[in-house]
Each structure stands twice: as structure tokens, then as C-alpha cells.
């Protein structure tokens, strides 16, 4: 399995940006996405997860009701919606496959940078 994330950039706050984390490979052996991110001088913090079927969306309650997690089964591709951003929110976003249950998370894309000023 292969992950491919994109869609940060640079936004003022209360702006909004969506992320893309494009599977490929063998995406029968995922069994859950998540969106991680490491702010500066933080350790990786988990952001919101989906099961690769599209349901159980779980979301951090630091982004609960700005960020919404979901999954595009034609495409393969898991989005993470993010509105009414606050400059705390800038960070490096991964995204990573867990392909069991219980698991870790052993399968990582390269980060997008979001960077949200005031």
C-alpha cells in the first residue's frame, strides 16, 4: 500500500482547505485511514480516522465540528475537510493505513504542510 497526501497550503484563519490522502496498491489490506499532524516543537498527534469502508468516523475533539473525515470509494482516496481554521492548527498533516484490528498505523504518506495566519 501506497499513500499519497496533498492539499495544504497557506490560509488566513477561519479559511478552509481540504487534504487528499490517495491510495494505491493493495488497498483490500486497509483496514482504517487516519490524519495525523505534528505541530512545532509537538509530538504527532492523531486528527480524525475512518474505516476504510467509509463508516465509524472518528474525529479529535480539538477539530470536532471544523474538520470532517471521509472516504471516496471510487477513487480510492480518504479527504479531511477543514473549516474555520485557527493558526494553532498549523502543522505537518500525514496520513497513514492501519491494515489490521487492533493495530498501529505502519504505513505512512509524506506530509503536507498547512499554514494558517492571523
Known amino acids: 500500500v501506497q499513500l499519497q497526501a496533498s492539499g495544504g497550503g497557506l490560509v488566513q484563519a477561519g479559511g478552509s482547505l481540504r487534504l487528499s490522502c490517495a491510495a494505491s496498491?493493495?488497498?483490500?489490506?486497509?483496514?482504517?485511514v487516519g490524519w495525523f499532524r505534528r505541530a512545532p516543537g509537538k509530538e504527532r498527534e492523531l486528527v480524525a480516522d475512518?474505516?476504510?469502508?467509509?463508516?465509524?468516523?472518528y474525529h479529535v475533539d480539538f477539530v470536532k465540528g471544523r474538520f470532517t473525515i471521509s472516504r471516496d470509494i471510487a477513487t480510492n482516496t480518504v479527504y479531511l475537510q477543514m473549516n474555520s481554521l485557527k493558526p494553532e492548527d498549523t502543522a505537518v498533516y500525514y496520513c497513514?493505513?492501519?491494515?489490521?484490528?487492533?493495530?498501529?498505523?505502519?504505513?505512512w504518506g509524506q506530509g503536507t504542510q498547512v499554514t494558517v495566519s492571523s
Open positions: 475512518i474505516a476504510w469502508s467509509g463508516r465509524s468516523p
Open positions: 496498491g493493495r488497498t483490500l489490506g486497509i483496514y482504517a
Open positions: 497513514a493505513a492501519k491494515r489490521r484490528s487492533p493495530g498501529k498505523y505502519d504505513v
